[in-house]
């Protein structure tokens, strides 16, 4: 028996599932969860000293890698100084003040403990700025865990064949219309019916919990003209795409402006931390300044400041880092489609940038509905191959691949060709 195995029979006795986050359970696929002890660069090593090439990197935060020196360093000498105060520090300022000349529709920003945390406020935020209550979200987008939101969502919810929650009443959800990623006319049918209750739309602008759904052209653009038209604001949640596609995220982009924007732990570097921030007007409602109350013990935590701080600056400094990091996934998510192509694979694969998703299906995927034709049990067999060469992948077909810095070309090689040898054996 392996250590993992080990830690797993011990785990479920005191951990519901095993797992302290559904994502990571092994359901799906079946298998014992790898419990993970270290990682550098582009790799992670297991309790039994097993080296995988990851393509997760902690779901997204780790663009430059794992362990980073700079964000390690910083880390060692913040940590040195106390880790938590329950007071303003000097180092908040700091990070809000790069956030906002990075990211191009933040004027203000709000620190919070962790993605599902910046979504529950920034909705707040919206239908207190604008005394309305619905909120359109679109089917398989997740947006975390809170009640409200928790309705038709993507990622471990689509694995584990679970439409919503139990233990959400029916009252938290009666104000959440959902719609059609990438389908503009079932989000105008919304407004027509009642645009005037509707406070927000709140979009991941790249779908990336039901795999990776790049929108279609005009499709956020088609957002933001409806929301200005019928008053609501565009909420762009970039816990994934933040700073991941391009420096000022997925909204520079492409170019279209959110009223609010939401972000997750690529701003602490990996370590938990989550953000909301846009326009002046709409966060000064927030407490204490306005009458929005929103409040956190450890938000702006300055260990993951530090860490933040560090990472964000460096790709501030180095914005040629996005066109290494976008080529990169150009040149391997292509690898692949050629692949797919030559081979008459009944597969699909959907990528933008750095972010990419290999479906089991024939059908195009644009959305959720085409995105639940993918063979679950297909792609079940060609993640433990891939898992037994030494990769690992999200233990899902609904999830993302973040390729990193720390990436090389010999490892992406090496890659590709286990993904060949996987394809030669079933065809």
Not at 315 to 338: A, C, R, T
Request: aromatic letters at 10%; charged letters at 20%.
């Amino acid at each position: 028996m392996t250590r993992s195995e080990r830690l797993f029979e011990e785990a479920v006795q005191v951990i519901p599932g095993g797992v302290n986050s559904p994502v990571r359970a092994f359901h799906s696929i079946g298998g014992t969860p790898r419990f993970i002890k270290r990682a550098k660069g582009a790799c992670m090593y297991d309790e039994d000293d097993n080296c995988y090439i990851d393509f997760v990197g902690s779901w997204g935060p780790m663009i430059l890698g794992h362990s980073h020196k700079a964000v390690v360093d910083a880390v060692i000498e913040t940590c040195q100084k106390g880790l938590s105060f329950g007071a303003a520090t000097a180092i908040e300022v700091q990070m809000a003040e790069l956030v906002c000349s990075m990211v191009p529709s933040i004027e203000m920003v709000r620190m919070v403990n962790s993605g599902t945390e910046a979504v529950m406020s920034a909705v707040r935020v919206a239908r207190g700025f604008t005394g309305r209550d619905k909120i359109i979200k679109f089917t398989g987008c997740y947006h975390g865990h809170s009640d409200g939101l928790l309705v038709q969502a993507g990622s471990g919810v689509m694995t584990a064949g679970v439409p919503d929650s139990l233990g959400v009443p029916a009252g938290y959800t009666k104000d959440t219309l959902s719609a059609e990623y990438n389908h503009l006319d079932s989000v105008e049918g919304h407004f027509r019916r009642c645009g005037e209750e509707i406070a927000a739309v709140i979009v991941e602008p790249v779908a990336a919990n039901m795999g990776v759904v790049p929108p279609i052209p005009g499709f956020l653009e088609g957002l933001r003209k409806l929301c200005d038209n019928y008053g609501a604001l565009l909420i762009f949640d970039e816990v994934i795409t933040g700073f991941r596609l391009a420096p000022g995220g997925a909204q520079e982009y492409y170019g279209v402006m959110p009223d609010l924007t939401t972000l997750g732990k690529i701003i602490g570097g990996g370590m938990p931390v989550g953000a909301y921030g846009g326009r002046r007007e709409i966060m000064e409602l927030a407490a204490p300044l306005g009458g929005v109350y929103q409040a956190g013990t450890l938000s702006g935590n300055p260990v993951a400041m530090a860490a933040g701080i560090a990472q964000l600056t460096l790709l501030k400094e180095h914005p040629e880092y996005y066109q290494v990091l976008n080529e990169k996934g150009d040149w391997f998510y292509g690898q692949m489609e050629e692949l797919v192509r030559k081979k008459h694979l009944p597969c699909q694969v959907s990528h933008e940038g750095s972010l990419g998703c290999l479906y089991f299906t024939r059908e195009k995927v644009m959305d959720y509905q085409s995105a639940k034709t993918s063979d679950t049990e297909a792609f079940k067999a060609y993640f433990n191959y891939m898992l037994g060469q030494g990769i690992y992948l999200a233990p899902s077909q609904f999830e993302a691949m973040f390729l990193s810095l720390a990436h090389t070309e010999e490892m992406l090689r090496n890659v590709f060709q286990s993904m060949l040898t996987f394809f030669l054996q079933k065809v």
